[in-house]
């Protein structure tokens, strides 16, 4: 894609989508701001996932396809709601604010400039993380070249179960990295996730009580936690998870405290863009959806006049299996399992059939453990939390607990509502550290941090008298911030330490003073020509800065990896220079838990995963006798089961089949466990075969003679 024109492309792309998502909220009512943008989001992902799974499986997988489809959405869209009345401004009419509104527009201004600066940030790195190069970013890429939807397999991983993971997040990235076909804007797709988890937050906060003002305030506390900052940095969906699952928090909320069904729809459609993100998604998703049947069968019982449950359900769960329901399905066809490769028992009765062996992984004393350090122990890579940060999920728990026992506090805030949510939140924590295996990471407790940060202004309101609240919440949100500045240890990864948030309040204040002063001065005297020309001249400047930045990683990508990956970096460097002679790319077979940067910076290079297993089974549904784990702890199980027992002539011919024209082995790691790769034992031994490009203690990467 030509310099300059990339994020012109990259939006023009987005705008179908986008406006349909707009025009699909007026028939629901949200008036305020943090309702439309958390809505407006809900509603782009949801046509986001829906367009792709119109597309994929047909192998139309391409611009064309995506802009048709897209189109025909916003045209659908337009013609639903041509009838409907626009939604009034939601900022209002400056006569209108009151000092509690103003504190509310500054507060969402400051939380507009802590996300600028971390998209900011976000465009100046190449994408980082193991996940993001394995499979999140790697997968909408392959689907891309193909045009249509595969199973991707990627060797060195232990857990080759990541190809039946649920898949929507990956969805998300496909749709960024289609317009531009590189990975450059959708790397910042999580830091735009963070952005719309302030609405959620302040909308989750007000729906269960909290005054607007507390409610504004006292969510900033969610910006500065490290584990958020450091996560939108890097293509996971650890972020985009918490967003789903907190919108759909608090539209169920609102729709219970304001009777209004219509919102049970964005509900529903957010969970299940939860649920089919991840597939902890679900163990978010059950308590609450639990809480929500409790609720209605108790409804029931208590009035039998009351008109049947049964549309509502439709409502909310008619969205959330569109949203949620197809990763799951696509297992199911392929294997027969929506779950694999996990095995569902029901007492003695196997209820689903999968690839994990009973018993392995129970042990959970690792996962507990880590969980444990994950709030009390700075030192945890990119998802680092300082002890402070405690204060963001465990003072609004036990002060909403407490408060939730006073008549006074229950006055103040809708009690059934909030203790649902609260009791669900305890339940959501105790499943993710119970039931998640021990292999699974801290930063999965990121999506209960965001919803204890939308219970702190609620605990507020309920304990703190009318005129102390929104100094408290301000209170709050500043304490979080200063805490958080303290120097992190020196094995703080990734995390944010006080220079980073130097950075990111030196670019925050100013832009939130601009913005909160642009709107409360000039925007009410603006003509509708003055207005459009602001705009302009915004979006070129914007423009131009995006452009400058996307400019700038691409020139220090490989150096940029060098400073994170330091012994994959040079191989990259070299296959890069390989492929730059090609103008249609290379065929690299790869070898490696990292593919995705040996597709090049153009993603021109096809990367292919070649089985070494002599049966040439490729997926783990495909091998019929898994065996057993040497032990419950035997981490490397799956990993084996696809790399024995090995056959070269199998390798060979697949290889030649594949037209590989390079080699990529990533092979130190597994030789450290005493275990060499086969394809470097073939590859070393055949050396007329296999022409050595560049090697060292961990990679050697060689050109191919067919």
């Known amino acids: 894609m030509l310099d300059g024109?990339?994020?012109?492309?990259?939006?023009?792309?987005?705008?179908?989508?986008?406006?349909?998502?707009?025009?699909?909220?007026?028939?629901?009512?949200?008036?305020?701001?943090?309702?439309?943008?958390?809505?407006?989001?809900?509603?782009?992902?949801?046509?986001?996932?829906?367009?792709?799974?119109?597309?994929?499986?047909?192998?139309?997988?391409?611009?064309?396809?995506?802009?048709?489809?897209?189109?025909?959405?916003?045209?659908?869209?337009?013609?639903?709601?041509?009838?409907?009345?626009?939604?009034?401004?939601?900022?209002?009419?400056?006569?209108?604010?009151?000092?509690?509104?103003?504190?509310?527009?500054?507060?969402?201004a400051i939380a507009l400039g802590l996300t600028a600066a971390r998209i900011h940030h976000a465009l100046e790195l190449p994408p980082l993380g193991h996940d993001s190069l394995t499979y999140h970013l790697f997968f909408p890429v392959k689907w891309l070249q193909a045009g249509a939807l595969e199973r991707v397999s990627v060797p060195l991983v232990r857990n080759a179960s990541i190809e039946y993971f649920p898949i929507n997040g990956e969805i998300l990235f496909c749709w960024w990295i289609l317009p531009t076909g590189d990975t450059a804007l959708a790397n910042v797709l999580q830091g735009v996730a963070l952005g719309f988890v302030y609405p959620a937050t302040v909308m989750t906060a007000r729906a269960l009580g909290a005054r607007d003002d507390v409610a504004a305030a006292g969510a900033l506390a969610v910006l500065f936690v490290p584990a958020l900052a450091g996560n939108s940095l890097i293509g996971n969906t650890e972020l985009l998870l918490g967003l789903f699952w907190l919108a759909g928090i608090a539209f169920w909320a609102k729709a219970e405290?304001?009777?209004?069904?219509?919102?049970?729809?964005?509900?529903?459609?957010?969970?299940?863009?939860?649920?089919?993100?991840?597939?902890?998604?679900?163990?978010?998703?059950?308590?609450?959806?639990?809480?929500?049947?409790?609720?209605?069968?108790a409804r029931t019982i208590g009035d039998p006049d009351r008109p049947p449950a049964l549309p509502r359900a439709a409502m909310l769960l008619g969205p959330l299996l569109a949203t949620g329901a197809p990763s799951y399905l696509w297992n199911m066809i392929a294997t027969g399992n929506p779950?694999?490769?996990?095995?569902?028992?029901?007492?003695?009765?196997?209820?689903?059939?999968?690839?994990?062996?009973?018993?392995?992984?129970?042990?959970?004393?690792?996962?507990?453990?880590?969980?444990?350090?994950?709030?009390?122990?700075?030192?945890?890579?990119?998802?680092?939390?300082?002890?402070?940060?405690?204060?963001?999920?465990?003072?609004?728990?036990?002060?909403?607990?407490?408060?939730?026992?006073?008549?006074?506090?229950?006055?103040?805030?809708?009690?059934?509502?909030?203790?649902?949510?609260?009791?669900?939140?305890?339940?959501?924590?105790?499943?993710?550290?119970?039931?998640?295996?021990?292999?699974?990471?801290p930063r999965q407790m990121i999506p209960p941090v965001l919803l204890a940060a939308a219970l702190l202004p609620v605990a507020i309101t309920a304990l703190a008298p009318p005129s102390l609240g929104t100094i408290l919440g301000a209170v709050v949100a500043t304490i979080v911030a200063l805490a958080h500045a303290l120097p992190p240890s020196?094995?703080?990864?990734?995390?944010?330490?006080?220079?980073?948030?130097?950075?990111?309040?030196?670019?925050?204040?100013?832009?939130?003073?601009?913005?909160?002063?642009?709107?409360?001065?000039?925007?009410?005297?603006?003509?509708?020509?003055?207005?459009?020309a602001v705009a302009i001249v915004a979006t070129v400047c914007v423009h131009a800065d995006v452009e400058l930045r996307l400019q700038t990683a691409a020139e220090q990508r490989l150096a940029a990896w060098g400073l994170f990956y330091p012994e994959l970096a040079p191989a990259w460097a070299i296959v890069e220079e390989a492929s730059a002679e090609r103008e249609d790319g290379l065929t690299i077979a790869s070898v490696t838990d990292r593919p995705l940067p040996l597709c090049g910076p153009d993603l021109r290079n096809r990367v292919v995963t070649i089985p070494v297993r002599g049966d040439g089974a490729e997926h783990l549904h495909e091998i019929e006798q898994l065996g057993a784990p040497a032990s419950a702890e035997d981490q490397f199980f799956f990993l084996e089961v696809m790399r024995r027992p090995g056959r070269y002539e199998t390798w060979r011919e697949r290889l030649r089949a594949s037209g590989a024209e390079l080699l990529f082995i990533h092979h130190r790691e597994r030789a450290r466990q005493g275990v060499e790769n086969?394809?470097?034992?073939?590859?070393?031994?055949r050396r007329d075969e296999f022409e050595v490009l560049y090697e060292s203690r961990a990679v050697v990467v060689y050109r191919i003679r067919h």
């Open 490 to 532: 020196p094995d703080g990864g990734l995390a944010v330490n006080s220079d980073l948030l130097v950075q990111y309040g030196m670019v925050a204040l100013p832009v939130a003073a601009a913005t909160a002063g642009f709107v409360i001065a000039a925007v009410p005297r603006l003509d509708r020509n003055a207005t459009i």
């Open 257 to 297: 405290t304001t009777g209004d069904r219509r919102l049970l729809l964005l509900a529903g459609a957010a969970l299940g863009l939860a649920i089919g993100t991840k597939l902890i998604g679900a163990v978010l998703a059950g308590p609450l959806l639990i809480a929500i049947a409790a609720r209605e069968v």
């Open 339 to 441: 779950l694999y490769p996990l095995t569902l028992r029901v007492g003695g009765l196997t209820v689903l059939d999968g690839a994990v062996p009973p018993g392995f992984h129970e042990k959970h004393d690792g996962f507990t453990a880590a969980t444990w350090e994950f709030f009390v122990n700075e030192g945890q890579g990119q998802m680092a939390l300082h002890p402070q940060s405690a204060i963001v999920l465990l003072l609004p728990l036990a002060a909403l607990a407490i408060g939730l026992a006073l008549p006074a506090a229950r006055r103040r805030v809708p009690a059934l509502p909030a203790a649902l949510v609260l009791a669900s939140l305890l339940a959501t924590i105790a499943g993710l550290v119970l039931l998640i295996p021990k292999l699974a990471q």
């Open 5 to 108: 024109v990339r994020l012109l492309v990259f939006l023009l792309f987005q705008l179908p989508l986008a406006l349909a998502a707009w025009r699909l909220l007026r028939p629901l009512g949200l008036r305020r701001w943090d309702e439309r943008l958390a809505g407006g989001a809900v509603v782009y992902a949801a046509l986001a996932t829906v367009s792709f799974w119109l597309l994929a499986p047909l192998g139309l997988l391409g611009r064309p396809g995506a802009l048709i489809v897209a189109a025909g959405i916003l045209a659908a869209a337009w013609l639903a709601t041509r009838r409907c009345e626009p939604p009034p401004p939601p900022l209002g009419p400056a006569e209108g604010w009151t000092p509690r509104r103003i504190v509310e527009l500054c507060a969402a």
């Open 678 to 685: 086969p394809e470097y034992l073939w590859a070393r031994a």
